[in-house]
């Protein structure tokens, strides 16, 4: 480190001299104050300051509540958060079901067009059946016939008989 030359020395003791003389205590021999004013004046920062410090506390005291109602609100956030998260996967689980459903309808659309040309196709046969089916009378009717053919065929089965019995013998 350079050593001060003895001239800058000097000057910088002069300064040092004069920075001190410049901040030398200043005495004070007398002090008047009216005593009176001054207890007020403390008596009223005194009660301003036990106000502050009573809304001081108030303020504390709520803001200590506010603490423990956000822990509670944060805990019931963290619930109704999960409660939402499930509503929502549900509400995706039912999205796919409809889409299931959709085209299940759209199948069950297909077929019912592909039974109704068959019912159509079915109905359509049966009236044709309705109307060359026999009656009840008809069936009767085809019955007494069969039963008169086979008298009239006993009839004749006999007949053949009696002549079959009348021709000679073969030889």
Partial sequence: MNQPTRE???QLVQRVVRIEHRTEEIKITRVEVASADVLNQLKTLEEGQQGISQ??????TDVDELKLD?????SDAAIFKNKVERVESDVNTLKT????????????KTIQNGHSKYFEEHGRRLGQIETTMASKEDIKA???D???LKK???RQEQLLQAILDRLPPKQ
């Fill in 8 to 10: 800058e020395f000097d």
């Fill in 55 to 60: 809304k001081q506390d108030k303020i504390s």
């Fill in 70 to 74: 956000a822990k509670a609100y944060t």
């Fill in 97 to 108: 079901d409809m889409e299931q459903v959709k085209t299940d309808v759209g199948t069950i």
């Fill in 142 to 144: 085809v019955k007494d």
């Fill in 146 to 148: 069969i039963a008169a």
């Fill in 152 to 154: 009239a065929q006993d």
